[in-house]
């Protein structure tokens, strides 16, 4: 169960405490946590100049995240790759900057370069151990994700529209990807048994989401989202810019109450 001081603004997350505009977005996130640490900044001069943007509406993170790996016995002598994860994340107030009251644009974007160890083992798809280097393969900029979410009657309901992926909502933990792995990261893949229309982290489609906290500590929500049978292939989660329709083949649909 998440506790809070009160219905209004209750969570923070997705990232990190340098990115405050996130709250009531995603109530599963690393922050919302009571066994997770926070998160700070390497740099004192980049969190003075964070929290100064902070106060005028803009949000800004970035982070480097090395996933890295070796075979001791890989049936030639060894092998090793180093894959690696640079994410920039813009979080707008809107009412901040403009006076547009409740609503906050989000987006992440990713470069992901480096060697997949798997292949060198047999397995030449996107989809390795290494998990950061999965989805973008190597790729100058990816965009993971761009939406904007309006919260109303007093911040308890949240509407969420725009390019996203399932796993920001839904099946969601910031225990599945504390550890280097794909069957946990970034959902279990139990859930899905690997349906390709579930798009997860980074890949994303267009797609909405409504939030409703009845209660204190208590959300309902569901999601609607396009099914995209071509998501997590080279041919077209390269870059993630693309932003048409015309290879979806249906509608995903998501819904869950969490206490």
Known sequence: ????????????????????????????GYDNTPFTPPVENMLLPWDRL???????????????????AIALNAGHGGDAGYAHQIGVELDLDWEK?????????HAVFVNRAGHNLAADLGDHSLNGFQEIFGGGGNVGVHLVYVYGTQDLYKK????????????????????????????NCGIPKSLT?????????????????IRYWPLHGLYIQAGLYGVNPYLNTNKYDR???????????????????IG
């Open 50 to 68: 964070i929290k100064k943007l902070n106060k005028k509406g803009i949000g800004i993170v970035v982070d480097y995240t090395s996933e890295s």
């Open 1 to 28: 169960m998440f506790f809070s001081s009160g219905a209004e603004a209750q969570y923070r997350g997705p990232v990190s405490a340098t990115a405050p505009l996130f709250a009531l977005d995603t109530p599963a």
């Open 239 to 257: 870059t993630g810019f693309e932003m048409g329709t015309d290879l979806y083949t249906g509608i995903w649909r998501d819904r869950r109450t």
């Open 97 to 105: 900057i403009i006076g547009w009251k409740g609503f906050i644009t």
């Open 193 to 209: 048994r690997g349906a390709a229309g579930y798009a997860t982290y980074p890949g994303s489609t267009w797609g909405s989401r």
């Open 156 to 183: 308890r309901i949240q509407i969420a529209v725009g390019k996203m992926p399932v796993n920001i909502d839904f099946a969601n933990s910031p225990l599945f990807c504390t550890f280097m792995n794909k069957s």
